[in-house]
């Protein structure tokens, strides 16, 4: 005795197999939750984008790399977040490495971000190049005087040299990449070199450093370059001008900011459709542009401001050794007493 269902019974079966399918598209996630490190006037504008073309909203959270990654390791399974951006690749590398990212596989990001701007294992992508490089006042330093990182390490910069403060990843990391580059002793030299021929005690950010470059209270100091395009755009009369060194070696040590899908996402496909925007055209001049920062997608041009500093070689290295070596770059500098 078989009959067939009526159009009122099987309405319902019928709303429930829908509502079923929805829910376990992956896809059809209308909102992505993201734990930035990045200030929102910085993110913002590209999450609006993202939602226009998509239909996806982004919730957002911005804090300190360090309150998020801690955030993240708290909630455990319960985090609402799907994506993490943050700066710095040790600040990346710290996040896998607890746990906190998970491997994903995207031909798009993997064609758009160069291989040595991500991790190898699919945990983190790059989203903007920064420079970590010297700025110098013009009034007081020739040109031709500069040249390496190491060489701000000679006597003939005595009294003439700014850092920030080693307590900051920037600092960190560079010091990480020279560790990979020349090896711990020979690391160990130079930035003995470097405070030995600081003119102040370290500052506590890179614009600080440059104010004092510009004062006269020291020579040359070393910055991320998007540092100096916002102070040159609110003071454009400082006498400062960005170096780029290490050109006949191996080239400027560049950093990233860059972002990857947490390890509890509940929105998995929707946060890599979000990062495989973060790395197209339309995302990477926002991305970039808005805090002078160089695309990460090489097919992308840097701003016009970003591409008047002239164009530079970049160190090849892979951003993974900047959190493969921090603690032992921490390490070296609290031995030679760069605090």
């Not at 239909?55 to 990654?69: N, P, Q, R, S």
């Not at 700066?87 to 896998?96: K, M, T």
């Not at 600081?198 to 020291?218: F, H, I, N, Q, W």
């Amino acid at each position: 005795m078989t009959s067939l269902l009526s159009a009122k019974q099987l309405l319902p079966i019928l709303l429930l197999c829908i509502s079923f399918f929805f829910m376990a598209s992956p896809l059809h996630a209308q909102e992505v939750v993201v734990y930035s490190a990045r200030m929102e006037q910085l993110i913002k504008p590209m999450f609006d984008a993202f939602t226009t073309e998509t239909g996806i909203k982004v919730k957002f959270t911005t804090d300190k790399e360090g309150a998020l990654l801690a955030r993240l390791q708290a909630e455990g399974k319960r985090t609402p977040a799907d994506v993490l951006i943050t700066s710095d690749a040790g600040n990346l590398w710290e996040a896998a490495r607890a746990g906190l990212l998970k491997s994903i596989s995207s031909p798009i990001l993997e064609a758009n971000i160069p291989v040595q701007l991500r991790d190898p294992q699919g945990q983190w992508y790059g989203l903007s190049i920064r420079a970590r490089t010297l700025v110098y006042n013009k009034e007081k330093v020739d040109p031709s005087e500069l040249s390496t990182y190491e060489d701000l390490a000679n006597p003939k910069w005595k009294g003439r040299l700014c850092l920030r403060s080693s307590k900051k990843v920037y600092n960190q990391s560079l010091v990480a990449m020279m560790i990979a580059e020349h090896g711990e002793a020979k690391t160990e030299q130079i930035v003995k070199g470097w405070v030995a021929n600081l003119a102040t005690e370290p500052l506590s950010d890179d614009t600080k450093a440059m104010e004092y470059v510009a004062a006269g209270r020291c020579d040359v100091t070393l910055v991320n370059s998007y540092y100096y395009g916002r102070l040159m755009e609110t003071s454009p009369n400082l006498p400062l001008v960005i170096f780029w060194p290490n050109q006949e070696n191996n080239g400027v040590h560049i950093n990233i900011s860059g972002a990857g899908v947490t390890q509890h996402s509940k929105h998995e496909a929707a946060a890599i459709k979000l990062l495989e925007f973060l790395s197209s055209e339309k995302a990477q001049n926002l991305f970039a542009d808005v805090n002078f920062e160089f695309p990460a997608n090489p097919q992308i041009k840097p701003s016009p401001v970003v591409t008047s500093w002239g164009d530079f070689k970049k160190s090849p290295m892979n951003m993974i050794k900047a959190g493969e070596l921090q603690a032992t770059a921490v390490k070296l500098m609290d031995r030679v007493g760069y605090r």
